[in-house]
C-alpha cells in the first residue's frame, strides 16, 4: 500500500501569514494526490486534484503543486476561515485510496 | 445541487450488525463511482470502500475486507454499507462520497456515527 506523509502535524500560524503544507508519498503517484479541507464537526471539503486543479469554488489563495513523491498545499495568506486540518489523498494505487494523517492549522 | 445524506447509524454492540444508507440526489447517480469513509473520534480519514457507477466492481480496505458489503441501487439512487462482526474499533462517523471520474471524492454527506459498545 501507497503511504502518505504529512508534515507537519500542525502548524500555528496567524492571519494573513503564507503557509505550505507538505505531503510526502512512499513511491512515486504522478499527480494523482487530491488536498481536502475538513472543519470540526463537518465533512471534508475537496480542495485540489490532480495536485494542482482547483476544485469548484475554492479560492484563489490555495493552491497545490507536485508530482512524483512530493506535493505541496500553499494558502498565501491566510483567513480566518482557513483554519481548519488538511488532509491528502492519492488515488493512483488502489485499493486502498490512501489518505494522509492530516495537518492542523491553529491560530497562533 | 449535489446531496448526500447517509442515515443507519447508531449504537450496537460488538459482534452485531448494522446497515447504513446514503440517498443522494443533483447529479446522475449511476454514472459516478462511490465510496465509504469512516473516522474515529479524533482521528484521522480512512477509506473504507468503493463501488463502480454499475455496482459490478468493488474493493475494500483490508480491515474490513470480508466484514463490510458495499451495494448500490442505481433505481432508489442509493449507496449501502452492510457491516457484520462489528468491533469497538469500528466506532466512526462513516461519510459517503461521491467520485469525481476515477480520481478524488467531490462530494461528501454529513457523515453517520456508529458507536460499537456493549
Known amino acids: 500500500d501507497i503511504v502518505m506523509t504529512q508534515s507537519p502535524a500542525t502548524l500555528s500560524v496567524s492571519p494573513g501569514e503564507r503557509v505550505t503544507l507538505s505531503c510526502r508519498a512512499s513511491?512515486?503517484?504522478?499527480?494523482?494526490v487530491a488536498w481536502y479541507q475538513q472543519k470540526p464537526g463537518q465533512a471534508p471539503r475537496l480542495l485540489f486534484y490532480?495536485?494542482?486543479t482547483r476544485a469548484t469554488g475554492i479560492p484563489a489563495r490555495f493552491s497545490g503543486s507536485g508530482s512524483g513523491t512530493y506535493f505541496t498545499l500553499t494558502i498565501s495568506s491566510l483567513q480566518s476561515e482557513d483554519f481548519a486540518v488538511y488532509y491528502c489523498?492519492?488515488?493512483?494505487?488502489?485499493?486502498?485510496?490512501?489518505f494522509g494523517q492530516g495537518t492542523e492549522l491553529e491560530i497562533k | 445541487q449535489v446531496q448526500l445524506v447517509e442515515s443507519g447509524g447508531g449504537v450496537v454492540q460488538p459482534g452485531r450488525s448494522l446497515r447504513l444508507s446514503c440517498v443522494a440526489s443533483?447529479?446522475?447517480?449511476?454514472?459516478?463511482?462511490m465510496h465509504w469513509v469512516r473516522q474515529a473520534p479524533g482521528k484521522g480519514l480512512e477509506w473504507l470502500a468503493v463501488?463502480?457507477?454499475?455496482?459490478?466492481?468493488?474493493n475494500y480496505e483490508d480491515s474490513v475486507k470480508g466484514r463490510f458489503t458495499i451495494s448500490r441501487d442505481n433505481s432508489k439512487n442509493t449507496l449501502y454499507l452492510q457491516m457484520n462482526s462489528l468491533r469497538a474499533e469500528d466506532t466512526a462517523v462513516y461519510y459517503c462520497?461521491?467520485?469525481?471520474?476515477?480520481?478524488?471524492?467531490?462530494?461528501w454527506g454529513q457523515g453517520t456515527l456508529v458507536t460499537v459498545s456493549s
Open positions: 513511491q512515486s503517484i504522478s499527480s494523482d
Open positions: 443533483g447529479f446522475i447517480f449511476r454514472n459516478y463511482g
Open positions: 463501488v463502480s457507477n454499475d455496482g459490478s466492481n468493488k
Open positions: 489523498q492519492q488515488y493512483n494505487n488502489w485499493p486502498p485510496y490512501t
Open positions: 462520497a461521491k467520485e469525481f471520474y476515477l480520481k478524488a471524492l467531490d462530494y
Open positions: 490532480d495536485a494542482s
